[in-house]
């Protein structure tokens, strides 16, 4: 599913009123939209609607007058001069045909709701002074609020707060949703999202052309490796998983398991040697093989149906781990690369960017902030949102970035990006990145592209944390892929 800045969502507006549909039109269905889910509420509940304005407040106008209309108690805070209304905001305003109080000076119900309809989704600067006040008393009335397109406050583009934002029991939005309904920190003033159908078609957004998803399988189940009938372990990739040494062995078994669970035909643990007897009586499925140092891996290298590495679980960032990199990488494989390897580059960033735009096969990264702050700070921007940020260092270096965190953000270097939306509280555990490395590079091996299996990998990793429950820990994880993947499988279009 597309997901429209505030830019793209006007635009949507436009063409669907080229196509027939009038702006008064769009203004009533998006208010009557928000009055209905306001209409849940029993008929004695008092409801405050403040309104700014722009386009926000005229669907704030239409809801209040709808609400007015079906029986409840309804008043109205304007914020701003009533002259500064224009166009079909203006006409919902003469149509609401009852006093208007000011916005910063009215007092608040008891008991009740607020329907904030003061800003919306383009808000492009901070809330200061008088306006901040008004916010700061909305989120201390302890009043339910539902907020019109987005919370007021949050930047619709990049999740930001912008100084203050209102605090939302609930959300309407119209068409599609924004990127600041799934960004942090905006997403958690958001509270429950719906998503109104006001009458724009579908056929605007080939015009469109939006670039940022919800990363949901109807972005990638096309090109998921799905078992077929025919196949075999062989047609299936060779995964390789580089170990640590006998003190950090946990992260590339976890990585192994599951890129097998995802699919991989075969796995490989590479193993230094004072680890290999560790992982010998730790594994079954999964084989190992001795790799001592970056002569080691030139060596596993040779065999070309090794088509798929996963590089970084509990490596050290040191130079040796720097070089089992620039080796895989001008390898032509399939390369996920995290954690130790990518802090291995703090102080190589210019020789790392340029080793990745020459790799010879596809590259994702999957770097927590910290990781991300210490490669890529100086490409991105540190004071950057998320999507820019990791936008700009995809297409820096030609690979997929996996921005992890609550609101992990898959980019391309194409400039597609996805935002995740499954992904619980419980996954904040030790090893759960080396899981979802794993199932990335497990995908990778099974030819999967790598923006697409980097989506897919982040969502099969967040619906298995959501099968478990409380209690998670990252040993669960690649046992509850089963499920994951038989829920995946319901969802594949017959």
């Given at each position: ?8 969502m006007?635009?949507?507006d436009?063409?669907?009123?080229a ?17 209905d ?6 008929f ?8 700014g ?7 704030g106008?239409v ?15 304007l914020l701003?001069p ?5 166009g ?8 609401w045909?009852q ?7 009215l ?9 904030d ?8 600067r901070?809330?200061?002074?008088t306006?901040?006040g008004?916010v700061?008393?909305?989120n ?8 019109v ?6 930047d619709?583009a ?6 203050v934002a ?20 905006g ?6 999202v ?6 724009i ?8 052309r ?10 990638w189940?096309?090109g ?15 995964l390789?998983v ?10 590339a078994r976890l990585a192994?398991?599951a ?20 992982h ?10 001795r790799?001592d ?9 040779e ?5 798929a590495?996963v590089?970084?679980p509990a490596l050290?960032?040191?130079e040796e781990t ?8 001008s390898?032509?494989?399939a ?6 390897a ?7 960033r ?25 490669v ?6 540190k004071?950057?949102a998320?999507l ?6 995809a ?12 609101d992990?953000?898959?980019?391309a270097?194409?400039?597609?990006a996805a935002?995740n ?16 490395s ?5 995908l ?8 697409e ?6 969502w099969?990793?967040g619906?298995?944390a ?16 089963p499920?994951a993947?038989a ?6 279009p017959?």
């Amino acid at each position: 599913m597309e997901l429209l800045t505030p830019s793209e969502m006007a635009d949507a507006d436009r063409l669907a009123i080229a196509e027939a549909t009038t702006a008064d039109q769009l203004l009533e269905r998006a208010g009557r939209a928000v009055a209905d889910v306001a209409a849940r509420h029993p008929f004695n509940t008092p409801i405050l609607v403040l309104c700014g304005t722009g386009l926000n407040g005229g669907d704030g106008f239409v809801a209040a007058r709808i609400l007015r209309e079906r029986g409840y108690r309804v008043r109205l805070g304007l914020l701003g001069p009533a002259s500064a209304l224009g166009g079909e905001v203006a006409y919902a305003a003469e149509k609401w045909g009852q006093p208007v109080e000011n916005a910063l000076a009215l007092s608040f119900p008891r008991e009740g709701i607020i329907i904030d309809a003061l800003l919306g989704a383009g808000l492009s600067r901070d809330i200061g002074g008088t306006l901040a006040g008004l916010v700061e008393r909305i989120n201390a009335s302890g009043l339910q609020v539902i907020a019109v397109d987005l919370p007021s406050g949050i930047d619709g583009a990049t999740g930001q707060i912008r100084g203050v934002a209102v605090k939302a029991r609930e959300t309407v939005t119209f068409f599609r949703r924004k990127p600041g309904h799934l960004l942090l920190p905006g997403k958690l003033n958001c509270g429950a999202v719906r998503v109104a159908d006001i009458g724009i078609a579908d056929n605007v957004l080939a015009t469109i052309r939006p670039r940022t998803f919800v990363n949901q399988p109807d972005l990638w189940q096309p090109g998921f490796p799905h078992p077929e009938p025919a196949g075999h372990k062989y047609a299936r990739g060779h995964l390789v998983v580089l170990s640590a040494g006998i003190e950090g062995t946990g992260a590339a078994r976890l990585a192994a398991k599951a890129g097998l669970r995802v699919g991989a035909g075969l796995v490989t643990v590479a193993s230094p040697s004072d680890a290999l007897a560790i992982h010998a009586a730790s594994l079954d499925a999964i084989m190992v093989r001795r790799c001592d140092g970056p002569e080691g891996l030139a060596v596993l290298l040779e065999d070309a149906r090794r088509n798929a590495f996963v590089v970084g679980p509990a490596l050290p960032p040191d130079e040796e781990t720097r070089a089992k990199v620039d080796l895989v990488l001008s390898s032509s494989r399939a390369v996920l690369i995290d954690a130790g390897a990518l802090s291995a580059f703090a102080a190589e960033r210019i020789h790392f960017i340029a080793t990745l735009r020459a790799a010879l096969g596809p590259v994702v990264l999957t770097p927590h902030e910290g990781e991300f702050a210490r490669v890529f700070d100086d490409i991105a921007g540190k004071h950057a949102a998320k999507l820019d940020r990791a936008r700009a260092a995809a297409e820096a270096t030609g690979a997929v970035i996996v921005l992890k965190g609550a609101d992990t953000v898959i980019a391309a270097p194409d400039g597609r990006a996805a935002i995740n939306a499954n992904a619980p509280p419980t996954l904040a555990t030790a090893g759960s990145g080396d899981v979802l490395s794993g199932l990335i590079g497990g995908l990778l091996a099974q030819s999967m592209p790598a923006f697409e299996a980097a989506s897919a990998a982040v969502w099969l990793h967040g619906e298995a944390a959501n099968l478990f429950g409380p209690g998670l820990t990252a040993d669960d994880l690649p046992a509850m892929l089963p499920k994951a993947l038989a829920a995946l499988a319901s969802l594949r279009p017959s």
